[in-house]
């Protein structure tokens, strides 16, 4: 049995790769549904809440992908056993 056989190699699917996608794709969802968030009220010291809603979501999504990053790299480190 070669060390490439199926279980010697960690699951594809694992409970952080989970996470990296769903960081990755909270933001697209977010912008696609503009039914939630097509509205002038509540607006923010005089910004239209279609507007500041979408400026939010460059944050969040800023934080989101850093989050996803950190985790890919943390899992790539771990799949390689601890290598870097």
């Known amino acids: 049995m070669s060390s490439d056989s199926p279980e ?16 990755l794709f909270a933001p697209f969802v977010a912008m ?9 009220d509540p607006a923010f010291i005089g910004i239209p809440f279609f507007y ?3 400026m939010l979501w460059v944050l969040i999504s800023t934080a989101l992908t850093m989050t996803a990053y950190k985790l890919w790299q943390r899992d790539q480190r771990a799949r390689r056993g601890g290598a870097k």
């Open 32 to 40: 696609l549904w503009v039914g939630s968030y097509a509205k002038v």
């Open 8 to 23: 010697a190699r960690p699951p594809v699917v694992t409970p952080v790769r989970v996470v990296i996608a769903l960081c």
């Open 52 to 54: 500041w809603y979408q």
